[in-house]
């Protein structure tokens, strides 16, 4: 197949990384960590600019008609710079919303907005008991006239303290692990009955729990009672999104690992002359490119129309991609020493992103044992 990228798309990858290696130094992130939201509202203006938040939404809709394989060169970019700022959320997740759920009207009404830069969505799906399983619900949806109220706590709500929405995985009816009775409610941040309280992640990311009280939904994502379907594809397309992010922020910690043992000297020589240490700077050269292929393969799974054979191809992914960043962050701690548990260097923040990405919508550990109980990628003969 052919890899190569079409002239759009270079220029989509040499303007982003232009505008991001300009203002996303790591002095940059860390002032943006330190502002009121946890991020840029200059970059996310730079952003909407550059048509980074309309790019995966059809021109009839207001967006500039990217597909996968651009959400996953600006993906790739956003993880060279481990960016704070809610494009992954909104566009990612909330856009996948919009694109599979929403009716000509609401996508009207939200998408020229998100490509300006003036709307944030944020997925609010995790609860406390529901782990990794999408259809662990336990938040309800009771009708209330022509519209809904929705009743429950969610937690890990990426970028939730500065959502303008929230698309809320409610149960109709069933019960808890029911995988039929689930619905996708949109429900503004300004709606009566929603108290959010917000937090900061790990790698410097803002998260959320979100309760909400009897809050009427805006609107419903497709079938009131059949969401969970979209909920699969969105989170599988967010998962190759992941994947790209990952490769980003791998290669970076990768070089920055050459570079220092091209140039830290112990006991007279620099220590990149260790053949022991050359070794494990090619293991994670190998973890590197193994991940890039899988990120490429995600990219191509994800636009697949067999749910089940696209989940299974997810699991492989994160499988595959969350060992490989594990490894490639913990080599590069081990072989930049002392320096690398300082604030004041990347490395530790690299690894940081890394480990919060491989946990997001399932760990390696989990994806393993579901791909495991669904016969492997390739069916023995």
Do not use: C
């Not at 970059?43 to 309309?54: I, K, N, P, T």
């Not at 089940?308 to 492989?316: C, D, F, L, Q, T």
């Not at 020493?337 to 923040?349: F, L, N, P, Q, V």
Request: zero cysteines.
């Amino acid at each position: 197949m052919d890899f190569d990228l079409n002239e759009s798309q270079a220029l989509l990858q040499d303007s982003i990384r232009k505008s991001l290696t300009a203002k996303y130094g790591f002095e940059n992130r860390k002032a943006y960590m330190a502002s009121e939201t946890g991020w840029s509202r200059e970059m996310w203006a730079q952003y909407a600019e550059l048509g980074l938040l309309g790019l995966p939404f059809s021109e009839e809709d207001g967006g500039f008609g990217g597909g996968p394989e651009e959400t996953m060169l600006v993906a790739e970019q956003m993880g060279r710079h481990i960016t704070l700022e809610p494009w992954f959320s909104t566009v990612v997740l909330g856009g996948g919303f919009l694109r599979h759920g929403a009716d000509a009207a609401l996508r009207g009404e939200l998408v020229p907005a998100i490509a300006a830069g003036e709307a944030l969505i944020s997925l609010a799906q995790v609860e406390r008991q529901s782990r990794y399983d999408l259809f662990d619900v336990t938040t309800t949806a009771k009708k209330d006239g022509e519209g809904y109220a929705i009743t429950g706590r969610k937690g890990m709500v990426l970028h939730g303290d500065t959502a303008d929405w929230f698309v809320v995985s409610a149960r109709v009816s069933g019960g808890q692990r029911d995988k039929g009775g689930i619905g996708l409610f949109l429900v503004s941040a300004k709606t009566p009955g929603v108290d959010v309280r917000g937090f900061r992640l790990v790698d410097g990311g803002r998260a959320a729990e979100v309760d909400f009280t009897n809050a009427r939904a805006h609107a419903v994502l497709g079938d009131a009672e059949g969401g969970l379907p979209i909920l699969d594809r969105v989170v599988d397309e967010a998962i190759a999104a992941l994947a790209a992010e990952a490769i980003g922020a791998m290669e970076v910690v990768h070089n920055m690992t050459l570079d220092y043992l091209k140039t830290r000297q112990q006991f007279g020589k620099v220590i990149g002359t260790f053949q022991a240490l050359q070794h494990r700077a090619a293991d994670m050269l190998v973890a590197l490119e193994q991940s890039r292929s899988m990120a490429y393969f995600a990219t191509m799974a994800a636009q697949g129309s067999d749910a089940v054979e696209r989940r299974k191809n997810m699991h492989a992914v994160k499988a595959q991609i969350g060992r490989s960043q594990r490894f490639v962050g913990q080599q590069s701690i081990q072989l930049h020493g002392g320096i690398a548990m300082t604030m004041e260097y990347g490395a530790g923040h690299y690894f940081k992103r890394l480990t919060v990405n491989e946990a997001m919508f399932g760990d390696t550990d989990h994806h393993l044992r579901a791909l495991a109980d669904a016969g492997g990628l390739v069916q023995a003969a």
